[in-house]
């Protein structure tokens, strides 16, 4: 069982920079897959990007590649996202979710890949 809570979200203006941090509980953090998710008023949830256990492959939606960056610090069991060059359309509620991995088989893309989910927070953008 793992606990993940969101944090660092707010308002902030169309170029600005955010870092949204997940801490989670858990003894066995470091062997989770981690992704982030996002979703807007209206819209389904959809994927942002993703982390691997080690930390060693990371994976991004393309409308933030090249302006995101996930990172994680296994000893401190907390995943960050790094959100430069933010634009309007980045507002939504942002998710961070975990998959213990026991597959081997990790579908970042697709929710129902991960069993743990945070409460979410806000990221707005203003233009």
């Known amino acids: 069982q793992v606990q993940l809570v969101e944090s660092g979200g707010g308002l902030v203006q169309a170029g600005g920079s955010l870092r949204l941090t997940c801490a989670a509980s858990?003894?066995?953090?470091?062997?989770?897959?981690m992704g982030w998710f996002r979703q807007a008023p209206g819209k389904e949830r959809e994927f942002v990007a993703a982390i691997t256990w080690s930390g060693l492959r990371k994976y991004y939606a393309d409308s933030v590649k090249g302006r995101f960056t996930v990172s994680r610090d296994n000893g401190e069991k907390t995943v960050y996202l790094q959100m430069n060059s933010l634009k309007p359309e980045d507002t939504a509620v942002y998710y961070c979710?975990?998959?213990?991995?026991?597959?081997?088989?990790?579908?970042?893309?697709?929710?129902?890949?991960?069993?743990?989910w945070g409460q979410g927070t806000q990221v707005t953008v203003s233009s």
């Open positions: 979710a975990a998959d213990p991995n026991w597959s081997g088989n990790f579908d970042y893309v697709l929710p129902d890949t991960y069993d743990y």
């Open positions: 858990g003894r066995t953090f470091s062997s989770y897959n």
